[in-house]
């Protein structure tokens, strides 16, 4: 049991009904309790971690909850990092993401941490992102500590760091990943952490190592650092509404940005600009973005779906070889499911938000509004109102408590799933067959060029937008 | 008397504690020391007489470590302190002393017992586990990260001696790697044959491979009709030989033995290439038979370093052995393939309906007690004919240890199972009709039948009408590659098979 109790937070306050419940003498009689060391386990978890331990079987209202005892890790949300040495990181992956990280990540730690070094592949990327650093931040990152090239990872990691901030396209982060957890870096690095299998199975891999290093790995999914999905989470662990039967999530919103091809570029220069157009570098838009949702999903059903079975088509998009549309339903090994969509196209309603239905009720969230929980009649039972740090900030609040106060944290095994259950979606909207999560698993799908040049790579002359079925 | 005894001691009540108190920590610090004296390997070979395992220890990576630790005997042979260690102690020392007393060691089959089959009742995970607590350290490479990831998502089924086994007690034939020799200390310096035979009637001939030293006995199978399956009188008869049918079969030819390695090894020196990385079931066609491509190095040892030559090839896949016999065809001119399991049935009862092609009943052969032996048949019948569990020492046989059935082939019950063309289901017969020729089993299915039973099987198992099937999940378990091997199976040995040769206008066939 490794949940921190934090002072700051409202929400230990929640009634927890079934505590009294489980420590009485019918559960735990002296047999019981000199039974070994198990029993004596369980007595700690139960007792410390009520949150977490919602046991009660069919005896609470609304017929079978089912939320088993679950051990989820919950970051600290402290809303002021603990004091300690100077923590240095490194960014690689430049860009708007990469820069924006390096920022919330300075205004997290303040005073307390720096940007010592920046990698890109992209010197002009470098020049923004060591302007925006010092004019919103006012930290110099030296010169000679800013690195150009398909190799720059490597130079950032042996800078000198304490952590790396992966922002690249999600293409090279497996390669990152495991590169900064055999230097022993702490990470943080964005979300979709792999595009295809082979890059799932390397951060998996590599997730394990870092654990077994004491390393901390924070993921880019904010919504797991964000106080009122926390708040809802707990609710929901807490019964209220019953037994979660189907999950509904979106993230329905307009085109993306995309980038021309422009005569000075070669074919790699472009690509990797132009990257959230291109599969082999983004993992198309169900990963790379909607992944968001489907991980919100897993989080609260405390597991990954089993299949999909989803379709998608690419009705205007301008350049790449990406849909722009997704629908899936995703299954869990006990048959329930999660229904998916996204889209990024101009002109249409839109919505990112994710909804649980259960026994008792129903939750609804979305990353900008109010949190609701209501009953089946439609009888709010709970809001939530978001807090006043921004997730995007906290989520680096957690990673540099935990690296300062040596908490376990590691977030990279849990993404991975998310991502996979993502690119099982893909598969299947690719393909239009249902994609198993063995199949995916065992799968050697590894996409895009086999060696990274910045140059001619023949990728564009071959790449098709996938149109699943036959015309038989 | 008694009560100035009782009375004296409640006054002494301290006296009493504190002396029960020393005795007990005699007792315990004596008992631990027994332990841990009769825990070491100078006691463990007071009755363990097997110097080899001695040696091999010395010669492992657990004796030699890189941390100066030792590592001995009951580190792995039995479970760690707290988790089984006193029961596995004393179970162990009493079969050993048992052992001790009544046996001889040296008859003891060390090789079989250094097996993963046999190994995995006397190496204990938890043990593995309990050193070996951190199965990603900075030092583990990338192939070993992809292994062990495997694992941790496998670890029900997976032990660590699945990969390790020879962790504990080296083997110098052991290859943890790809195998890219295999095969090749070939026969040198002898005649190769450039022509394959000329066959122009339905009589045994020598099968030559062109360009190689190889040849190999075929034996003419007269057509014929025959029950298949079993009565639901024979003795360890299981349901899915039934219901009896009469089929008729045509006229074939049949290999006397099962591919050998010489054989298999032609084909894999003639058609395998290294490094292609797109072997992937399902991107070749099987009807591609100009450009043939044959299986990739093998990982390890396939024939499990038991030997090449006459001994049958073994742990290939089903599609390796189709394959091997389009390569077969396309080499000699004629149609080779593999038998139907009903033609296989045929030519293994040799025209009898008894469990056997030979006389007697499963449980006349069955390992027998004391008075079993003194009054029951003699074994010396069925060691005559097949090699199974009894007699095998658990590996696979030459041919010329056992004699032929009345069609004059060799090893179609024991040694190795064989594949057979047809799917496999249970009630194969039932949809089957009377009268029907050469049927061919079920139209579509998951695995394929395979029959004849093998080195490991008990008399039940190697009867002629005994069936069996194929385990592609099962089979490939501790493969570690993504995808796995299409030509190799990684979890199977006792699997081969048999090449029939069709009677045609190719064969003589008028």
Redesign the interface.
Same mark, same amino acid.
């Not at chain 1, 698993?441 to 050697?444: F, G, I, K, V």
């Given at each position: 049991m490794t949940r921190r109790q934090v002072k700051n937070s409202n929400f230990d306050k929640i009634e927890l009904n079934h505590n009294t419940n489980i420590m009485s003498e019918n559960n735990f009689s002296r047999r019981k309790f000199l039974g070994g060391a198990a029993a004596i386990g369980a007595a700690g978890t139960l007792g410390f971690g009520p949150l977490t331990s919602c046991s009660s079987g069919g005896s609470q209202g609304g017929g079978n909850f089912d939320w088993q005892p679950r051990e989820y890790n919950f970051p600290p949300l402290l809303d002021q990092v603990p004091d300690g040495p100077v923590l240095k990181a490194g960014v690689i992956g430049c860009g708007g993401r990469g820069s924006g990280a390096a920022v919330n990540f300075l205004e997290a730690g303040g005073a307390t941490v720096t940007i010592s070094a920046l990698g890109d592949v992209f010197q002009d990327k470098i020049d923004s992102c060591r302007e925006k650093i010092k004019t919103e931040r006012d930290v110099d990152v030296p010169v000679e500590n800013c690195f150009v090239g398909f190799d720059a990872f490597e130079k950032v990691i042996d800078s000198g760091v304490d952590i790396v901030i992966l922002a690249t396209p999600p293409k090279f982060r497996p390669e990152h990943f495991q590169a900064a957890v055999?230097a &022993?870096k702490h990470v943080f690095m964005e979300k979709p952490i792999a595009v295809d299998p082979?890059g799932i199975? &390397?951060v998996?891999?590599?997730a394990?190592?870092a654990? /077994? &290093?004491g390393l901390k790995v924070v993921t880019g999914t904010q919504r797991r650092h964000q106080h009122k999905y926390i708040s809802v989470y707990k609710e929901l662990a807490n019964n209220a509404i019953g037994k979660i039967s189907t999950a509904e999530v979106y993230w329905n919103q307009n085109q993306l940005w995309y980038r021309d091809n422009n005569p000075d570029w070669s074919e790699m220069e472009w690509m990797i600009r132009d990257w959230v157009n291109w599969c082999w570098l983004s993992g198309d838009h169900i990963v790379e973005q909607h992944v968001h949702n489907i991980d919100v999903a897993n989080w609260f059903f405390g597991k990954h779906p089993v299949k999909a079975l989803g379709f998608g088509s690419r009705q205007r998009r301008k350049t790449g070889d990406q849909y722009d549309n997704f629908a899936t339903r995703f299954e869990l090994d006990d048959g329930r499911q999660i229904l998916s969509m996204c889209r990024q196209i101009n002109g249409c309603d839109n919505a990112v938000n994710e909804i649980f239905h259960g026994t008792k009720g129903k939750s609804f969230t979305d990353q900008g509004g109010t949190a609701v929980i209501t009953d089946l009649d439609g009888n709010q039972l709970f809001a939530f109102e978001d807090h006043d740090t921004s997730p995007y900030v906290q989520e680096h609040k957690d990673l540099i408590t935990c690296i300062r106060q040596n908490i376990p944290f590691n977030e990279a095994e849990a993404t991975a799933n998310s991502v996979m259950t993502a690119i099982m979606g893909r598969v299947s909207a690719y393909t239009g067959k249902d994609v198993t999560w063995d199949e995916m698993?065992? /799968?050697?799908m590894k996409l895009g060029p086999q060696t990274y040049i910045m140059g001619s790579v023949g990728y564009i002359a071959e790449a098709k937008v996938p149109v699943p079925g036959s015309d038989e | 008397m008694f009560n100035r005894l009782i009375s004296f001691l409640r006054k002494k009540i301290l006296l009493v504690i504190f002396i029960g108190f020393i005795f007990g920590i005699v007792v315990s610090i004596y008992s631990y020391k027994i332990i841990e004296a009769t825990s070491t390997p100078e006691s463990c070979e007071m009755c363990h007489v097997h110097p080899q395992a001695t040696d091999s220890w010395k010669l492992s990576v657990h004796y030699n470590t890189r941390v100066g630790i030792h590592i001995k005997c009951t580190d792995c042979h039995l479970p760690p302190k707290g988790e089984g260690y006193l029961k596995e102690k004393i179970k162990a020392s009493a079969r050993d002393f048992y052992g001790y007393v009544f046996k001889d060691s040296a008859d003891f089959n060390w090789e079989a017992k250094s097996s993963l089959e046999q190994a995995q009742h006397h190496v204990f995970k938890a043990s593995c586990v309990k050193c070996h607590a951190n199965l990603f350290p900075l030092t583990l490479n990338e192939k070993g990260q992809d292994a062990h990831l495997y694992y941790t998502q496998h670890e029900e089924e997976l032990r660590c001696i699945n990969c390790h086994l020879n962790a504990g007690h080296y083997d110098p034939n052991a290859l943890h790697a790809k195998n890219v020799e295999f095969g090749n200390a070939g026969v040198q310096n002898q005649e190769k044959y450039n022509e394959p035979a000329k066959v122009e009637s339905l009589s045994n001939f020598t099968e030559s491979i062109p360009g190689t030293t190889v040849s190999f006995e075929m034996k003419a199978i007269p057509g014929g009709s025959f029950k298949i399956g079993s009565p639901e009188t024979e003795q360890m008869r299981e349901t899915d030989e039934g219901p009896q049918k009469t089929i008729n079969i045509n006229p074939f030819f049949m290999a006397e033995v099962e591919v050998t390695w010489d054989s298999y090894m032609a084909f894999y020196t003639a058609t395998a290439a290294e490094g292609r990385s797109t072997d992937t079931e399902g991107s070749r066609k099987n009807l591609d038979v100009d450009a043939i491509s044959g299986p990739t190095p093998p990982y390890g040892q396939p024939d499990q370093n038991w030997g090449l030559g006459q001994r049958p090839a073994i742990t290939m896949s089903y599609h390796s052995a189709e394959t091997y016999c389009l390569w077969l065809s396309k080499v000699t001119g004629k149609t080779y393939r593999l038998p139907t399991e009903a033609e296989w049935e045929y030519a293994a009862r040799g025209g009898t309906e008894t469990p056997y092609f030979f006389v007697g009943n499963p449980n006349d052969f069955k390992e027998k007690g004391f008075l079993g032996s003194l009054f029951g048949k003699s074994s010396d019948l069925i060691n005559q004919y097949i090699i199974f569990e009894e007699n095998s020492n658990l590996k696979t046989g030459t041919p010329d240890e056992v004699e032929a059935n009345p069609f004059g082939l060799k090893n179609m019950l024991g040694n190795a199972a064989e594949y057979c063309s047809d799917w496999y289901s249970e009630d194969t017969y039932k949809n089957l009709n009377d009268g029907a020729t050469n049927p061919t089993g079920p139209i579509s299915g998951e695995e394929h039948v395979i029959r004849g039973g093998s080195f490991k099987s008990g008399v039940g198992q190697v009867r002629s009408a005994a069936r069996d099937h194929t385990q592609s999940v099962a089979w490939l378990k501790t493969d570690p590659q993504i995808p796995k091997s299409i030509w190799w199976l990684s979890d199977c040995n006792y699997i081969s098979f048999r090449v029939v040769c069709e009677f045609d206008e190719k064969t003589g066939k008028k």
């Open positions: 055999r &022993q082979t199975r &390397q998996l891999a590599a394990k190592m654990d /077994s &290093q698993m065992n /799968s050697d | -």
